[in-house]
């Protein structure tokens, strides 16, 4: 079993900053990405940035040039720096683990996801 543990959401006045935080533990044997998604109220989860192992990362065109994904892989930990935060950033923040994971001693498809951080940009 994998276990993620986010911290790092609040509330934030626009224009503001705030650090999302994620660290997976458990049954990992290989992470390849790890990433954030944020849902709005009525909206579907979409995808915020993403990093490979290899560090390749991947934003959605809204935070381009805002956002910062980084990745601790010793730590199994990732990171979202956002910056410049606006209104419409306003959701849940969800980290995503995608690899594989060991099960009864077998590996299988690891693609595992955090109860979600609130985070609240005022105007």
């Known amino acids: 079993q994998v276990q993620l543990v986010e911290s790092g959401g609040g509330l934030v006045q626009s224009g503001g900053s705030l650090r999302l935080s994620c660290a997976a533990s458990?049954?990992?044997?290989?992470?390849?990405?790890m990433g954030w998604y944020h849902q709005a109220p009525g909206k579907q989860r979409e995808l915020v940035a993403a990093?490979?192992?290899?560090?390749?990362?991947n934003y959605a065109d809204s935070v381009k040039g805002r956002f910062t994904i980084s990745r601790d892989s010793a730590k199994n930990t990732v990171h979202l720096q956002m910056n410049s935060l606006k209104p419409e950033d306003t959701a849940v923040y969800y980290c995503?683990?995608?690899?594989?994971?060991?099960?009864?001693?077998?590996?299988?498809?690891?693609?595992?996801w955090g109860q979600g951080t609130l985070v609240t940009v005022s105007s």
């Open positions: 990093i490979t192992s290899g560090g390749i990362t």
């Open positions: 995503n683990v995608r690899g594989e994971t060991v099960v009864a001693g077998y590996l299988d498809a690891l693609d595992a």
């Open positions: 458990g049954s990992i044997f290989m992470i390849n990405a």
